[in-house]
């Protein structure tokens, strides 16, 4: 089964940019749809942005084209471009591998670790 490691997190000023890696071993993101997941203390986990198998991500309504992903599938890895920070994107920020390609955390089967993200005013 695939295994997923997030990296690229960190404290950040407001109107900063991050990129955040998801690199996987064991299997082959290609063969999965993801999706990167944010979550606050106390929240559930919510859809940042998820890609299937065509180049058709979907965002959150919160992204208003701040961020983007990527899937380089040839290096095994999967990206997510965040630029424009605001102190509300600050979460944990997790890459999930699913079997299907959907929008609720509980379609994915393989998760990371995660990586938090802090962005200060």
């Known amino acids: 089964q695939i295994e997923l490691v997030e990296s690229g997190g960190g404290p950040v000023q407001a109107g900063a940019s991050l990129r955040l890696s998801c690199v996987g071993s064991?299997?082959?993101?290609?063969?999965?749809?993801m999706a990167w997941f944010r979550q606050t203390p106390g929240m559930e986990r919510s859809l940042v942005a998820a890609v299937g198998w065509l180049p058709r991500p979907i965002y959150g309504d919160f992204v208003q084209g701040r961020f983007t992903i990527e899937r380089d599938n040839a290096a095994n890895i999967f990206y997510l471009q965040m630029n424009d920070l605001e102190p509300e994107d600050t979460a944990v920020y997790y890459c999930a591998a699913g079997t299907a390609f959907k929008t609720t955390p509980g379609s994915y089967q393989y998760w990371g670790q995660g990586t938090q993200v802090t962005v200060s005013s």
């Open positions: 064991g299997g082959y993101i290609g063969n999965y749809a």
